[in-house]
């Protein structure tokens, strides 16, 4: 059973063009995360998302924006697709305790979004 | 401002001993992960510390130490599996991660 999924694996678009990428958890968290991670491999994280709040990324442009029709999905939509958004994408959930304890984040697999 | 540290890549031989380092700063304290991803490949939670001292999971334990703002990972009885990219991440005080650029580790047969 995959615990979070992401569709599509792949994405290769024009740009300018307006995409969506589809991200579902079946793990029961509270808090689901978008990540961008760039050729250098660093992992940024884009925004997290319960069903209290939403913690957007000052520097994320407001191209993208997260959408979560319920708990256990959240899905990123891309306006306006810039070659510098070209890099692999990943969803996260974790259980979202505020506490002292261990948060594990588990990942999707991850969409690689190439613009051209 | 916040920042993690890390080596960029790090070159070991099968069988034997690696520690990657990982110094941290950020704004609070809530605990401090590290994953390995695979090339290609979603990040894999490995351990996570809070507390000073030394956890040890199979051939791999993790080191902490709050007062220095230092961890490491050290990994035993390498194989070649063991290939892959160790991302360090610190938990600041909103519980949001922090994370590091990541070590690639390089096992030499």
């Known amino acids: 059973d995959t615990a979070v999924s992401q569709t599509p694996k792949y994405l290769v678009t024009q740009m300018g063009n307006d995409k969506s990428i589809k991200c579902e958890q079946n793990?029961?968290?509270?808090?689901m995360y978008w990540y961008k991670q760039d050729s250098k491999k660093f992992l940024k994280i884009m925004f997290s998302?319960?069903?209290?709040?939403?913690?957007i990324n000052e520097t994320v442009p407001n191209r993208f924006s997260p959408k979560s029709p319920d708990k256990a999905h959240l899905n990123l939509h891309i306006n306006s697709l810039e070659l510098g958004d070209s890099a692999v994408y990943f969803c996260?959930?974790?259980?979202?305790?505020?506490?002292?304890?261990?948060?594990?984040?588990?990942f999707g697999p991850g969409t690689r979004l190439t613009v051209l | 401002g916040q920042n993690i540290d890390q080596p960029t890549e790090m070159t070991a031989t099968e069988g034997a001993i690696v520690q990657i380092n990982c110094t941290y700063q950020?704004?609070?304290?809530?605990?401090l992960f590290w994953y390995q991803q695979h090339a290609g490949e979603a990040p894999t939670f490995l351990s996570y510390?809070?507390l000073d001292g030394l956890e040890e999971k199979g051939r791999f334990s993790s080191f902490l130490s709050r007062s220095k703002g230092y961890s490491y990972l050290l990994l035993k009885e390498l194989q070649m599996k063991d290939s892959a990219s160790y991302l360090c991440?610190?938990?600041?005080?909103?519980?949001?991660?922090?994370w590091g650029a990541g070590t690639k580790l390089i096992i030499k047969p």
């Open positions: 991440a610190a938990m600041d005080s909103n519980y949001q991660l922090i």
């Open positions: 510390n809070v």
């Open positions: 793990l029961g968290h509270d808090t």
């Open positions: 996260a959930s974790s259980q979202g305790v505020e506490e002292l304890s261990t948060d594990t984040q588990y």
């Open positions: 998302y319960n069903n209290k709040e939403l913690i």
């Open positions: 950020t704004s609070g304290f809530n605990g």
